[in-house]
Structure formats: C-alpha cells, structure tokens
C-alpha cells in the first residue's frame, strides 16, 4: 500500500472516486462538489494524494496550507505552520476496509517528518465513519460549525 501524490493521469480517477461517494449514506457531498476541477487544481498546487492497494486507486486526500477554514476561532495553531486535510474518499468497493484511516496515518506521518505542527480538519457530522476515524487517529475535537450547507465537527490534532 502507498501514498504517492497524485499525477495529471490520476485527476479523473479521484473525480471518478468524489462521484461514487456523492448521495452516500454518511456523505454531505453534492453536484457542486467536489468536482473535476477540483481534483484538477489540487493536482497542480501538488496538495492531492492518492492511496494505492495492489496497483489500484482506492482512495484520495487533499492537504492545504492555506484554508477558507483558517478563519474558523477554534485552531489552536494557525500560523501557517499548520495544513487542513480534506476531500477525503474511498471508493464504495472499498470501504470499510480501513484505508481511510491508513491514508490519513501516512499522510499525518508524512506531514509531521516536513515540520508541520497542527492538522485541521472538518468532519461533517452525518458521518460517522469519518468521525469514528479521527476520533480514533487522537483528533482533538475542538468546536462545532454550519458551513457548505451542512454541520460539521472542528477537529486538530497537534504533531
């Protein structure tokens, strides 16, 4: 199993990937996103992840160093030293098989060996799964917010 950073050739993977969990029990995900151009734009910042099992494409990550998030009171670090994690998936044929919980441990590790010292995430709370996985990967769960149409539990975790 690997983490590699996505390639241009992976981009319509991962849309394919964001379009198989939209409409899904614990997703908050609609027609507007995430999209193609998102997997596009965060390929070429170099921000997009993609997690391989056996060759194949099972999940996708995003990581930013700057973040709409950023103006949320709740951070306990925020001075650009910190990334927000996002757009995370797994393709339906693959879930609950724990690769949601690898890719955010290697992309945590990865992070962690470059200097950054605090992870931010939102995890909509209709998703269980995803709140379960941070919880146990010692997210701090620090604040609460309605944003993108939704509600969403803050988390940071501290490197």
Known sequence: MELIKASKTDVKTVADIYESVK?????????????????????????????????????????EPVSEDDDLPFWKINDGTHREVSRVAVH????????????????????????????????????????????????????ECYRYGADYFVCEKIL
Request: with cysteine; hydrophobic share 35%.
């Open 92 to 143: 339906p044929n693959h879930q609950g098989k724990g690769y949601a919980r690898i890719m955010t441990e290697m992309l945590v590790k990865k992070l962690k060996s470059e200097g950054v010292t605090s992870i931010h995430l939102l995890a909509a709370k209709k998703n269980l799964p995803a709140v379960n996985t941070y919880r146990s990967l010692g997210f701090e769960f620090i604040g």
């Open 23 to 63: 409409g899904g029990e614990f997703s908050v995900w609609n027609d507007n996103y995430p999209t193609l151009e998102d997997a596009k734009r965060d390929e070429a910042a170099g921000c997009l992840y993609i997690l391989r099992s056996d060759g194949e494409t099972v999940g996708c990550i995003s990581v």
